[in-house]
């Protein structure tokens, strides 16, 4: 063979030995790289599971630590001090074997106590009574509870099994307890939206133990309102030309509305007509200040969801449940004062349904009281006149 042959075979030969070489070495640096990077990137992860972790850790155990330091703040005298004899406590209580909260909160232990019923149901009204009706505390012990399916009484109940009747049974039971407790025969109820047709539901069952009932925000008539209202919201609509809510309005149709949907499909109609009201000059106050209840101490982290979730599912299981209930048909005859108290511009629960309960109303004493400047809820719009006009239904009844 031929040497400049083999010279070049030799030369091929070294150079691909030489390529082979670096390619193996940088394969073996790239293999070397990557196992280091796979190593760090392994490394981050567990880096980042524990940090993970740890903040899970931290945020149950602030979430555990929120729920058991939620509170009713104190009542406290003009030095900033306890006041003597004043009651102010968040309590869990056993109600026909379900476990629900309430506040209690006066400025005297001895003054005649006042039971607040929350809208909804599932809603939860306890720091925006304490904010809103602090005066009355002066003059009731306030009693404010948070339903079954509400708020703080969320996990009180399966939303599912959940029935109008178990609101009625823990009402009475809770009715019992408080009059029990601080030792009196009777104690005062007022109730707004949903809570205003529970009071009378109360007071029809043991009328011996109520002093009056007082509604605002009244519910009469459950489908009925809810066909008014959702006629009212397409005609507001209409007559602004709002095309996006005509759609949706006319795609959900008219109520009753059952399954899934119940909550959603209402709010359509009740979120427009609550925004209508709040832009009426009329009204004061516009309503509620959800931010500002929703951080207050009575409700812990867990409570501060439940908030919500009590108005979104709790109202979806139980509300279709009062679609047959008509205060006009049912309840004709009360053996218990009572007392409406309206926002003149109240187009949430329709005002003439209820003068149409009054007309037909039998009871000992009934009344409309009329507020000049409020929507559906009277006790925020105009509180001042609200805690007025509760005195004067407790000096009229003391006498």
């Known amino acids: 063979m031929n040497m400049s042959i083999i010279f070049i075979i030799l030369l091929i030969a070294a150079t691909a030995a030489v390529l082979t070489s670096i ?10 790289r990557k196992e280091k990077a796979l190593t760090k990137t392994i490394s981050r992860l567990k ?11 931290v945020m149950v155990g ?11 703040p104190p ?28 506040t209690i909160r006066g400025e005297n232990k001895q003054n005649p106590v006042l039971l607040f019923l929350a809208g909804g149901p599932g809603g939860t009204q306890m720091a925006a009574v304490r904010h ?51 030792k009196q025969e009777k104690i005062y109820v007022v109730g707004e939206s949903w809570g205003s047709a529970l009071g009378v539901f109360l007071a029809a069952e043991t009328p011996d133990r109520y002093h009056a009932v007082i509604g605002t925000g009244q519910m009469v008539d459950f489908l009925k309102t809810e066909l008014m209202d959702y006629d009212k919201a397409m005609e507001i609509a ?18 009753p ?29 516009k309503g ?74 039998d009871a000992p004493h009934k009344e409309i009281v009329w507020f000049e400047h409020s929507g559906h809820s009277p006790w925020i719009n105009e509180s001042d006149k609200f805690v007025e006009e509760l005195l004067m239904v407790k000096n009229s009844e003391n006498q």
Not at 157 to 174: F, P, Q, R
Not at 238 to 244: I, R
């Open 288 to 361: 509620y200040n959800t931010f500002r209840d929703i951080l207050s101490p009575e409700y812990g982290f867990v409570d501060k969801i439940n908030y919500f979730r009590g108005i979104l599912m709790t109202y979806n299981y139980v509300y279709p449940q009062l679609y047959d209930t008509d205060l006009r048909v049912d309840y004709q005859k009360l053996e218990v004062p009572i007392y409406f108290f309206l926002g003149r511009h109240d187009i949430n629960a329709p005002l003439s349904l209820v003068e149409e309960y009054v007309d037909i109303l």
């Open 238 to 255: 209409q007559e602004k030309d709002d095309t996006d809510k005509i759609k949706k309005l006319t795609a959900n149709g008219k109520p």
């Open 132 to 182: 809103d009706l602090a005066e009355l505390e002066k003059h009731f012990v306030v009693v404010n509870w948070d339903q079954p399916g509400s708020g703080k009484s969320y996990y009180a109940a399966a939303k599912n099994s959940l029935n109008v009747e178990d609101y009625i049974d823990d009402g009475l039971a809770l009715t019992e307890y408080l009059c029990e407790r601080f």
């Open 47 to 57: 880096r980042s599971g524990v940090v993970l972790c740890g903040l899970m850790v």
């Open 257 to 285: 509305y059952y399954g899934s949907d119940v909550t959603w499909n209402s709010a359509e109609y009740l979120n427009y007509l609550s925004t209508y009201m709040s832009n009426n000059p009329e009204i004061q106050n």
């Open 23 to 32: 390619i193996l070495g940088v394969s073996l640096l790239i293999k070397k």
């Open 75 to 102: 009542i406290l005298n003009e030095q900033g001090d306890v006041l003597e004899g004043s009651i102010a406590e968040l309590t869990k209580i056993e109600l026909n074997e379900r476990k629900e909260w309430i």
């Open 62 to 72: 602030i979430s555990v630590f929120s729920q058991f330091t939620s509170k009713t």
